[in-house]
């Protein structure tokens, strides 16, 4: 068993639960409403309490119209070699069926995309993954989710174990009442004790919760049933070493850590910089700057950080001050996206 390539690719693109929180209340304002029908009209002669604003509406969570087709190619532009199988034309539409089905009415929750005249579980897979990695529009996650669901619902792995994930990274799991049937079905892939890719999700989620122990055994697991390697192995080592260092386990979380960063993995980078911060704090800035120059601008807020401190600790030595403080400046403009130069 496989999960698709995309996935693999972003699986440490962490988004916030703004999207789930929108549509959990959208639906159950509606759930209000419809319970409300056929009640007889009570008259009040008396003062009530101002009434709470409504949440957004199904057609203002999932705004197609701030997601053009050509943002869609963006992403297949970017990920070539992960979506293959269709065409940017064949993805929208799957868009585009679904936003008329909310548009008549239907729960996005609930909407079914497959069967007869649908579409396949992979593309609409797919289009969720592309969804997920569009930037800007806050209704390209909202999309996301639910055609992750739409796929979920048919039963498909890789969209049960995508949205699973998606659900534990953002603090969401649990929270969704619509949502529960997915996690189920990714905790029956749980609980085979088979499944690498599920018990590393299972591992994230446990972390994510602050059950360590729990985590390090999940992960453990993943490792033991796949040991000739699965799509999803780096993840599973990269969170197992961050399990080890909040069980102050700080050698095996560096040994882990550092082998991934040599395949290239700038999550280790990242998680390097921040452990060795103060046991060598010039591997510490390596790692760090690795990371900056790959894509992770933020870390340079952290090398400015660190120059700060060098600052504060050159005691009389006049020109290291200086020089530490000229850097932090330098790493703090990097920092800064609004920095022209």
């Not at 304002?29 to 009209?41: H, L």
């Not at 868009?95 to 609930?110: C, L, M, N, T, V």
């Not at 049960?160 to 905790?187: C, M, P, T, W």
Request: glycine share 6%; net charge positive.
């Amino acid at each position: 068993m496989s999960t698709c390539r995309y996935c693999k690719a972003v699986w440490l693109l962490v988004s916030p639960a703004r999207s789930l929180r929108s549509a959990s209340t959208t639906n159950s304002t509606i759930q209000r409403q419809a319970s409300s029908i056929g009640k007889p009209r009570q008259l009040r002669h008396y003062a009530v309490p101002r009434r709470q604003r409504a949440g957004p509406s199904p057609l203002e969570v999932y705004k197609l119209s701030e997601i053009p087709q050509s943002s869609l190619e963006a992403v297949i532009s970017r990920n070539p070699e992960a979506f293959q199988r269709h065409t940017p034309e064949e993805y929208y539409k799957c868009a585009e069926k679904f936003h008329e089905a909310i548009s008549r009415g239907s729960d996005p929750w609930s909407t079914t995309l497959t069967g007869k005249n649908g579409f396949p579980v992979d593309l609409i897979h797919e289009t969720a993954c592309i969804m997920r990695q569009i930037r800007g529009p806050r209704s390209a996650d909202a999309f996301a989710t639910a055609l992750w669901a739409s796929a979920s619902e048919a039963g498909y792995r890789p969209s049960i174990l995508s949205l699973a994930r998606h659900l534990a990274r953002s603090g969401a799991y649990g929270r969704v009442a619509q949502l529960r049937k997915v996690e189920a079905r990714f905790k029956q892939l749980v609980s085979t004790a088979r499944d690498p890719d599920a018990l590393t999700v299972e591992g994230e989620l446990q972390y994510e919760q602050g059950n360590y122990e729990a985590a390090i055994r999940a992960l453990q697991r993943a490792l033991q049933v796949g040991a000739a390697g699965f799509e999803w192995k780096p993840y599973c080592q990269l969170c197992m070493g961050k399990a080890f260092v909040k069980t102050s386990r700080h050698d095996e979380a560096r040994a882990i850590f550092e082998s991934l960063s040599e395949i290239g993995l700038i999550e280790a980078d990242i998680e390097l910089g921040k452990l060795l911060r103060v046991s060598d704090r010039d591997a510490a800035e390596r790692h760090l700057f690795t990371a900056a120059s790959n894509g992770r601008a933020d870390m340079f807020s952290l090398l400015s950080e660190i120059a700060l401190e060098k600052a504060a600790e050159s005691g009389g030595d006049k020109t290291s001050k200086e020089e530490s403080q000229r850097w932090a400046k330098e790493w703090s403009k990097l920092a800064d996206p609004r920095t022209e130069y």
